[in-house]
Every structure is written in C-alpha cells, then in structure tokens.
T-cell receptor, first 113, second 114 residues
Framework: EAGVTQFPSHSVIEKGQTVTLRCDPI?????LYWYRRVMGKEIKFLLH????????ESGMPNNRFLAERTGGTYSTLKVQPAELEDSGVYFC???????????FGSGTRLTVV | GDSVTQMEGPVTLSEEAFLTINCTYT??????LFWYVQYPGEGLQLLLK?????DKGSNKGFEATYRKETTSFHLEKGSVQVSDSAVYFC?????????????FGAGTRLFVKA
C-alpha cells in the first residue's frame, strides 16, 4: 500500500510569508495527525483529525496555524504569516486504530528566514 | 501531564556491540508504549510496541519490555549493524487521559561504526 505522502519535502520562506503543507494519508485511515519537531527537540503534537473533523487541536501553537482536511482525505497545514520560530520539521501521520501506532510521512522541513 | 524521558545521545558503538537506549515515562493512566526509528532522510517508522505491562515488543532484532514497576521501556539489541544508525524515539499514547495524541521523547541518535 502507498504510505503517507507529504509535500513539499523542503520549503524555505521569508518571515511574513505564507506556506501550505500537504499530507496524503494512507487510504482508509480515518485518523490523521500533524506533529512538528523544532530544533532537534521533542516531536510535539499539533492536532488530530478523525475523518474531516478536528478531534483535538490542543497542540496548535497559535492562530497563525490553520489545518484543514477536506472530505476526510488529504490535509493541509497553513502557516500565515510565518515567523522564525516556526522553522522545523512538520510530520504527518495516519492510523486506522490508535493503539496500532502511526505510519508517518517523511516530513516537510520548513525554514523561515 | 504525561511525559517521556530517554537517554541523551549521540550513542556511538562498534558493529556487533550490544545496544541499550534507556526510556522512562510518566503517565497517569495505562499507556501504550512505542519505539519509532528515523533513518537518515526518511520519516519515522514504528519499530515496536507494547500495550500492557510485561508485554515485550520485538522487531528486526530489537526488543523492549513494558515495565510498569519501573515505568520503563528500554530498547535493546544484542548485535548492532551499521545499518542501525538512526535516531530512535520512545513514545507513549494514553487515550484514557491524553486523548489520541502520542507523547515523544527527544530522540537518541545512534552511530554504528564498521
């Protein structure tokens, strides 16, 4: 089966610009998650979709971040306007059942300059 | 809140050496425990998991035992290979208290020399 796909793999943008990250989960996985790892620190939870609904968005750092999952398929994560501290690797993951663990995408490395 | 603490790296070993990466956790409920691995240039992969106390997860020669009495889930491998060089993340998920999110440790980078 195809894995979790994320793009772009890398993005370099200037402070104040907008960036949109995309994630295509494994087909049939209702659960989709966004995480990020900043400066080699812990991987931090951002939010969780079940199908098209936001189940938990407690990890979203502020209102500059907007996630959507139209039709319960792919998801986008928009950062607008980007700040320097948003630099890091953004991971998407999907799962069918929570206790099985996730399948992760390769991540998008975002650099804000 | 729930948390995961794992040994700082990097860990450098020679090929065929024994590997232990320590991981301890704090959780108010009964979490599932995981080890993920990230090879260079790739995304995280689930390496192994354990869902209850005394369970042993194993995969690719790696194993870890869920020890509730010591709140630990140490990763071990008897003989590492150069291809095991990667970053290893210990993680927990506690749906009873933490919802469906997973809490990760900071990661431990392993270098294996030929």
């Amino acid at each position: 089966e195809a894995g979790v796909t994320q793009f772009p793999s890398h993005s370099v943008i200037e402070k104040g610009q907008t960036v949109t990250l995309r994630c295509d989960p494994i087909s049939g996985h209702d659960n989709l998650y966004w995480y990020r790892r900043v400066m080699g620190k812990e991987i931090k939870f951002l939010l969780h979709f079940v199908k098209e609904s936001k189940q938990d968005e407690s990890g979203m750092p502020n209102n500059r971040f907007l996630a959507e999952r139209t039709g319960g398929t792919y998801s986008t994560l928009k950062v607008q306007p980007a700040e320097l501290e948003d630099s890091g690797v953004y991971f998407c993951a999907s799962s069918q059942l929570q206790t099985q663990g996730y399948t992760f995408g390769s991540g998008t490395r975002l650099t804000v300059v | 809140g729930d948390s995961v603490t794992q040994m700082e790296g990097p860990v450098t070993l020679s090929e065929e050496a024994f590997l232990t990466i320590n991981c301890t956790y704090t959780a108010t409920g009964y979490p599932s425990l995981f080890w993920y691995v990230q090879y260079p240039g790739e995304g995280l992969q689930l390496l192994l998991k354990a869902t209850k106390a005394d369970d042993k997860g194993s995969n690719k020669g790696f194993e870890a035992t869920y020890r509730k009495e010591t709140t630990s889930f140490h990763l071990e491998k008897g003989s590492v290979q150069v291809s095991d060089s990667a970053v290893y993340f210990c993680a927990l998920s506690d749906p009873g208290t933490g919802g469906f999110k997973t809490i990760f440790g900071a990661g431990t980078r392993l270098f294996v020399k030929a």
